[in-house]
């Protein structure tokens, strides 16, 4: 069955807005965690917007599955990474005038920075994934680069009304999470995703992880967090292709 990692970023957008103490991304953790998380996901962005120094810090100690951090490559975020050492660092582009991340990180452009950046965190002990489009040159980039993992960004998918442009996201990543598979990358997924579109990707054999997280803090308004939790691990297990799914998915390929 696929993981579900949950990020939090959004809770400390909630907290941000009065400048206040609360609420705290940490509790979002716990509660998450003990809704069925399989891991806890947050953004340090170098502007600090949302996620701080000292929630990183304290998700270090108090996490008990496993801690995924996204960042940018710049100097600064990749010291406090290798001094941090979370289980997984992901790798995303980051705008300062963006709202949320947009679009994938372009390995192919920054292939000899990232080579560095990502020689760094792995000597750290770090596993490192970087978050591209289900692009193929991005994919192969990615391997020779020192990537263990791809996350595929699935905002093409998300934004897509229904009909043809929707089926042919749908395709876009069915081909990326094949090519991420044969060179030996973990394939994982995420932004965009949400309660009312997720088990269309949560079909597609070879998906490793998702990663979700304005869609949970949205409805844990309403519900919860450790329920809002409960209800996205039901779905992506509900709709994940079994193992004869798989072979047979192999089969036809």
Request: proline letters at 3%; glycine letters at 8%.
């Amino acid at each position: 069955m696929p993981l579900l990692g949950v990020n939090i970023d959004h809770v400390a957008t909630v907290r941000q807005a009065r400048r206040t103490n609360e609420p705290d991304p940490v509790w979002a953790a716990v509660e998450a965690e003990l809704g069925g998380a399989d891991s806890i996901v947050f953004h340090l962005r170098e502007d600090r917007r949302h996620i701080h120094d000292r929630d990183a810090k304290v998700l270090r100690e108090t996490v008990a599955v496993k801690l995924n951090m996204e960042m940018a490559m710049a100097e600064e975020i990749v010291v406090f990474a290798t001094n941090l050492c979370p289980d997984q660092c992901t790798l995303v582009p980051e705008r300062r005038e963006e709202v949320t991340t947009e679009g994938g990180l372009d390995v192919v452009r920054f292939r000899e920075r990232l080579t560095t950046v990502v020689g760094r965190l792995r000597d750290a002990g770090i596993v490192v994934s970087a978050f591209v489009e289900p692009v193929e040159a991005h994919l192969h980039a990615a391997k020779e680069v020192g990537f263990d993992a791809v996350e595929l960004w699935t905002g093409g998918f998300a934004h897509a009304r229904v009909g043809l442009r929707r089926q042919q996201a749908v395709e876009d990543l069915r081909r990326a999470i094949e090519i991420g598979r044969t060179l030996g990358l973990d394939v994982h997924a995420g932004h965009g995703l949400t309660y009312r579109n997720v088990a269309e990707v949560a079909r597609l054999p070879g998906l490793s992880e998702f990663n979700i997280g304005h869609s949970i803090v949205s409805r844990s308004v309403f519900v919860g967090v450790r329920a809002a939790v409960r209800e996205m691990v039901e779905l992506l297990h509900r709709h994940a292709p079994t193992e004869i799914t798989m072979v047979e998915e192999a089969g036809h390929a």
